[in-house]
């Protein structure tokens, strides 16, 4: 069978367009980009210093990732952050994760040291008040977990259920942290590394259960009304 080369223009174009989904997926879910913002194809060309082709090839891409939405007028947007499938979303990624620590330490191919020093940038990075630095801390160590599995579907799965959370946990997890929430973070953090230190499955099973509902609890109640709820709206209260 006669093998089709692909031409020079072709590959070039190719890498061209991961080059700008790359980036542009980072801007997106660490929120340089806002979600429900219009994407400017002209504006980005300049910026990529690239013809549309790429961007347009780049967006599709990104569609496939659930983040951007093409619209019935053409026009693209970063896709908007909705709660209508927040619970199937908590349910999946706390079975993911579970599931990922525990294969994770069965393997038995943790490198101690590089955990440790995972969680004392954790740390540091939160008593400075650094949550950035703390999440990338943070994502990477569970990174770390899925690779560890050995599993290219858990790897894989786990790895996008944790981008698919992180717009959600830079806007209503790290900056709504009180000091004894970022405290209990810590500690969390510090039972999982053990158990998967230790080999301990079980441990590193509660211990990823117990820092997943740590992590959907602030979340909720950062949702919760800021003052709604303490108005007094009797009839006649605003009557002169």
């Known amino acids: ?31 340089r980009i ?22 347009r090839e780049a967006l599709l891409l990104l569609h496939g990732d659930w983040l951007v939405q093409f619209l019935p007028n053409r026009t693209s947007i ?4 909705t709660l209508n499938n927040a619970r199937e979303y908590f349910d999946s990624h706390l079975v993911l994760a579970r599931m ?15 955990l440790l020093s995972l969680h004392r940038e954790f740390e540091k990075a939160m008593s400075d008040g650094a949550w950035e630095q703390a999440f990338r801390t943070s994502l990477k160590l569970h990174r ?5 599995t ?9 790895t996008h259920s944790l981008d698919a959370g992180m717009r959600t946990k830079i806007l209503f997890y790290f900056p709504k942290l009180d000091v004894g929430e970022r ?8 039972a999982l590394i053990k158990a998967v230190i230790s080999g301990d499955a079980d441990a590193g099973d509660d211990a990823m259960k117990a820092l997943v509902e740590h992590e959907i609890g602030v979340i909720l109640r950062s949702l919760y009304p800021a003052f709604g709820d303490r108005m007094d709206l009797a009839v006649g209260e605003f009557s002169s």
């Open 100 to 114: 990922t620590v525990r294969a994770a330490v069965l393997t038995g191919c943790a490198d101690r040291g590089s």
């Open 183 to 190: 405290d209990r973070a810590g500690v969390l953090l510090e």
């Open 34 to 55: 806002k979600p429900g913002q219009a994407i400017d194809e002209v504006a980005l060309a300049r910026r990529f210093k690239t013809s549309r082709t790429p961007i």
């Open 1 to 31: 069978m006669l093998e089709i080369e692909e031409s020079p223009v072709t590959e070039q174009r190719r890498r061209g367009a991961l080059l700008v989904y790359e980036a542009l997926r980072d801007d997106i879910l660490w929120l």
């Open 78 to 81: 970063v896709a908007p952050l």
């Open 144 to 148: 770390t977990l899925a690779r560890l």
């Open 150 to 158: 050995g599993n290219i579907f858990l790897n894989r799965y786990f």
